[in-house]
Structure formats: C-alpha cells, structure tokens
C-alpha cells in the first residue's frame, strides 16, 4: 500500500509547472482576487517544490465539464507544454477524476488540483508519527474516487502508484486495499487520540490554554517565538505549512502566573474538508483552547479575505465562539502607503492588538489584552445570525457590548465583547437560531 502514497510525495528535482485558473466574470475585482489566487497557488507550488514557467487563465463563467477550459485554451496549454518541457499542470479550483483524468490524456503530463498539491505539500513535510497518519489517511480518502482505468495507465507510464497491471480485477483489488488501509489509519488515528486524551486530562486545569490560528504564513510560530519561554525556537519559514504539528509552551503572566500557548497547523483558501477532518487530532488543541489569537498578516494585500477564511475554518471546527484576541502582526512590513489601514482597524476591532512578532513591537500590549480577557472575564467573539433570526441579535445587544455589525444577504455577523457570565446565555439564544 505504501505505493499509493509515494505518487504525492515531493520530488527530489525541481519540477516544472504551468499554473491555470479560470476568471468568472469580467469586472476587475473579479479579475484581481483570481490573479492574486493563481500568485498563492504559485507559492504553493513552490513550497512543493515546482518552478512555474507558465500561467495561464480564461474569462468563463464555469468550467466545462470535461476539460475545466475551453477546447482552445487547452490546445493553447499544449503548445506551452511542449515548448517550455513543462511536467505537470496545476489547477486553482479542484477538477473532477474526470476533468483529471481528460486532461492528463490530452495533455500527457501529470495534473494536480489545489487540494491534490496542498496534500502533496502536507505529506512532504509531516515528521511526527501523528502528522504522517493524518495525511496518508486524507490522500488515501483522495484517491479512492480516483482510481480508475486511465488513472492506473496514466500513472504507470509516469511512476508511482499503481505500478501493478491496469485492468479492472486490479483495479477493485486496489480499491479494496486503499479501504482496508483507511479503516486501519483511522483506528490507529483514534488510538492517537486515546493517548492524548490521557495526557490533557493529567494536566492542571488552573493554567489558562492559548491556540495561536490563523492564515499559513502569518507568524504565528514566530509569535509564539517571542511571546513564550522555550529552550528550542518553533521551525519559522516564508514558506506556506512550515508547521503541521502543535506544540506547546509555556507563557510568563504577571504575579508569576503561566499560560500554556500552542501553535498549530495554518489554514488556507480550500483547504480541502477531508483534511480538516484527518487534523482533528493535531486541531484538538484549536478546539479546547480557553482563547484563541487569531494572528493576520496585516502586510498581506488580501489579509480581509484570510481572516473569512480562517473565520470559517473556526466554524467547520465548531471553535468560532471561542473568546478571540485579533492580533495583526507584521506591522512592521506595511508600507507608508497602507499606514491608515491601522486606524480603520482599530475602529473595525476596537480590541485588537497590533505587533510585530520578529521585531518585538507590541508584545507587552498583547500580554496586557491576554490578561484582561483571563482577570476581567470577559471575551470578544463573532457571530453570525440568519436575517429570518434578527431578534436574536437585538436581544444579543443587552448581554454585550457590539463592536462590529456587518449585513450579508443572508445573515448579521456582529461581533461582541461579552462577560463570562453571560456566555452561557449567548450560546442558548445563538442555539435557537441553529
Ligand atoms: N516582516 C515581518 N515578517 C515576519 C514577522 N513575523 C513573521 N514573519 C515572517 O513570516 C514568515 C512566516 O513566519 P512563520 O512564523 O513561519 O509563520 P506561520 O504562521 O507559523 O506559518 P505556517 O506554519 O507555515 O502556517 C517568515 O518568513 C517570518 O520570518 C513580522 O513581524 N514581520
Ligand atoms: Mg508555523
């Protein structure tokens, strides 16, 4: 079964990429996100360990359904293929096993979408006995849908998995084996589990638990660099997933009181729900944190969308209600000209905290706002309340403070500083809504 595996895992030459997106319509900001996606899935390439020698994109309002791109643009795709000896085509959106599977034969080169390249990325880089079960058990989930005729074929002429014969006897062997293997990995994930649970019940209660989150590439390692004690520095790196596993230190209160603060994996745009739901084990520690610092890299041009993202990655967790501290780092990279956006800032989040994780620029003023929400008792959190449920929110008015207030068409996302005490009735009245 090993086989199966190794078809993801990073090659040790440099390979080299063509990276495509569709644009979904034809007004600018449309235009302006798909390209600033493509210039993140090029990172990611990168990180993966491809050079991208070619973009291409197409103004289509939906992919056609065999070939993701228009007959033409595919025969444009080719050319470029050949020209440049590209080896492998990466797509932003997730392609169908059939859109795959037609790409690869008409193209002859490998094809990978965004989750197949972030679970490529995630099995090159786990290290922890723990990390490594997570991953082969959410590409083995990846592939079983894929694993076809032409996939089998396709994937023999280039190496790696299904080396064996094609044919279909083969193929349902495989796909027996590939099942087998996920039952095995996921009791070996909830033996994992088992293990951990012995351990955070032995720990002391008294020590208040801190989860760093946020986008990949953010700072959180770096943060946690700064913020707690420890012998040994957490890995940093400007690449996307430098950490796949949480680890925990200690963090110095005042009067000599500790908190624990843990940083965890980061999230991404898409980051495919198989793989979330793999991670629980390691986003254990996300879920029963007492906070979160939700770390956003303010020098980002797209940081509004990352924290959506990280928002809803939260919610698929079930840990948005969780007491949040917005930390915007890097402000030391935020050019002259994006000055102001600090103060929108402050307005939009009248309790974040702005710093600077590898200068050292406001980390006393973080420890402050940690210890405010540990002695006053009281949190900020975000919610989101359908339109048909707006009574709700109006009676949230009387249990705290509201400190943003946002309307989509569906639903009021308000934020809220609450006491501790009225946790509890925030959480029964946001029940009713559910
Ligand atoms: N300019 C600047 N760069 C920073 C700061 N904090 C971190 N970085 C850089 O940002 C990059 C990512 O830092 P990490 O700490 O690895 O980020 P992370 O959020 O842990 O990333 P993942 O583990 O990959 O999700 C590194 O190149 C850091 O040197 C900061 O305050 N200012
Ligand atoms: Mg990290």
Do not use: C
């Amino acid at each position: 079964m090993k086989e199966s595996v190794r078809f993801f895992e990073t090659h040790k030459a440099r390979e080299r990429a063509a990276i495509v997106t569709l644009i979904r319509s034809n007004d600018e900001e449309t235009r302006a996100r798909a390209l600033e996606h493509l210039s993140e899935l090029a990172l990611l390439a990168d990180t993966a360990g491809a050079d991208v020698l070619y973009r291409l994109t197409q103004e289509r309002p939906t992919p056609d359904v065999a070939l993701y791109l228009g007959k033409g643009k595919v025969e444009e795709l080719k050319k470029h293929i050949e020209m440049l000896e590209i080896q492998l085509v990466l797509f932003d959106d997730d392609l169908s096993p059939v859109q795959i599977r037609n790409l690869e034969k008409e193209l002859g080169v490998k094809i990978l979408d965004r989750s197949g390249l972030i679970l490529d990325i995630f099995a090159s880089r786990a290290r922890t006995r723990e990390a490594k079960t997570q991953i082969e058990l959410a590409q083995l989930e990846y592939l079983l849908p894929r694993l076809t005729r032409a996939w089998t074929h396709l994937s023999k002429q280039m190496g790696g998995i299904g080396t064996k014969g094609p044919g279909e006897t083969q193929i349902e062997t495989d796909r027996r084996l590939v099942k087998t293997r996920i039952s095995i990995l996921k009791e070996k994930l909830a033996e994992i589990e088992r293990q951990h649970r012995t351990r955070r019940e032995g720990r002391s209660d008294e020590l208040t638990r801190i989860a760093l989150v946020g986008y990949t590439n953010v700072g959180k390692s770096s943060l946690l660099n700064t913020i707690a004690s420890g012998v040994s520095e957490v890995f940093v790196e400007n690449r996307l997933f430098a950490t796949l596993d949480a680890t925990t230190r200690a963090m110095a209160l005042s009067h000599g009181r500790q908190a624990l603060v843990t940083d965890t994996v980061g999230f991404i745009r898409k980051l495919p729900s198989r793989l979330i739901a793999s991670f629980r084990t390691t986003l254990r520690e996300v879920e029963e944190a007492d906070i979160l610092l939700h770390v956003v890299d303010i020098a980002s041009p797209s940081f509004e969308e990352q924290i959506e993202v990280v928002y809803e990655t939260l919610r698929e967790l079930d840990a948005h209600l969780k007491p949040t501290i917005m930390v915007f780092n890097k402000i030391d990279a935020l050019s002259d000209d994006r000055q102001q956006i600090t103060h929108e800032l402050r307005v939009q989040y009248p309790h974040a905290v702005f710093v600077s994780a590898e200068r050292g620029i406001g980390i006393e003023q973080l420890k402050n706002e940690i210890e405010k929400v540990i002695t006053e008792a009281s949190f900020e959190l975000t919610v989101e309340i359908p339109l048909a449920h707006y009574e709700i929110a109006s009676r949230l008015h009387d249990l705290g403070e509201v400190t943003e207030r946002v309307f989509t068409e569906t639903h009021v996302r308000l934020r809220l500083r609450v006491h501790a005490r009225n946790k509890e009735r925030v959480e029964r009245l946001l029940a009713t809504a559910a």
